[in-house]
């Protein structure tokens, strides 16, 4: 604010006089179009767009209700038995009150939202910006695109109360460590985590058992948090019983 008869300039608690006085005010600067636009690629304005991710989804997320996130790949076809059993899971978790969380693409995520939404329930997907843009699948009630991998991974674990991981690829392993370590590492409080498909994970758990454990690289007591079943209903009892 300038202040004529004394010659002086204030920019909140500061006054400025004489030369320091500025040939525009912060306004104008703010308004006035031009200059160069780079800093729209440095990490100070990222760390803003970050921010906003968040704040998105957590307000959008927030009264969301009991949920669970149903995982697996993004390659699984719908004639492919696993897309109908992810289909009747959703389902199911949806008439036992749950809202059903997903990556809101295709394959497994599509047949989970799938489930949700036509059994009447939530059905959320939280798609990924990727190269190949696929779109949230045609399934989906509430969706929310993540610029930030990080960033969506955060709404997965805190708005749901258990994930289930059906088979899939590098995307739906990187899901079930990440919330397997925040279960181990007391990051996160009761976390159920049921593995669909007993002949598609059955490797995958006896290594972890026969070699992760035997090496001492894991304690006996974190098996426990892997409950692997083939059997929809008992996936669901499994986070009605936890929760
Ligand atoms: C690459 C392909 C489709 C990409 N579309 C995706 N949309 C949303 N979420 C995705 C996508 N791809 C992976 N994910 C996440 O990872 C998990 C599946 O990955 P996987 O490697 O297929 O197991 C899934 O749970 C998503 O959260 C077409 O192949």
Redesign the pocket.
């Known amino acids: 604010m300038a202040d004529h008869v004394n010659n002086s300039f204030y920019k909140g608690p500061v006054r400025l006089r004489g030369d320091h006085i500025p040939a525009s005010t912060t306004d104008q600067r703010l308004l006035d179009t031009g200059g160069s636009a780079d800093w729209v690629h440095t990490d100070p304005w990222r760390v803003l767009r970050i921010q906003a991710e968040f704040v998105e989804g957590f307000g959008q997320l927030a009264e969301l209700g009991p949920a669970v996130s ?6 699984t076809s719908p004639d492919d038995p696993l897309y109908e059993a992810a289909r009747e899971l959703a389902a199911r978790l949806c008439r036992a009150g749950y809202a059903v969380v ?8 599509e047949a989970a939202n799938r489930g949700a939404h036509e059994c009447g329930g939530v059905s959320v ?4 910006e ?1 190269p ?1 843009e ?1 779109g949230l699948n045609e399934f989906v009630d509430i969706g929310i695109n993540f610029r930030y991998f990080f960033v ?1 991974k955060t709404m ?1 674990v805190k708005y749901s109360q258990g994930f289930v991981v059906m088979p ?8 079930l460590f990440e919330a397997l370590t925040l279960a181990q590492t007391g990051k996160v409080t009761t976390f159920p985590i049921v593995l669909f498909g007993t002949e598609y994970w059955g490797g995958l758990i006896d290594w972890i058992r026969d070699t992760m454990l035997a090496d001492g690289k894991i304690s006996p007591a974190d098996l426990d948090l892997i409950h692997v079943t083939d059997d929809v209903e008992d996936a669901v009892a499994w986070f009605v019983a936890r929760d």
Do not use: K, Y
């Open positions: 149903v995982f697996g790949s993004a390659r997903t990556g809101g693409g295709p394959g497994a995520m997907g939280l798609g990924i990727l190949h696929q969506r997965f899939g690829g590098f995307g739906t392993l990187d899901e």
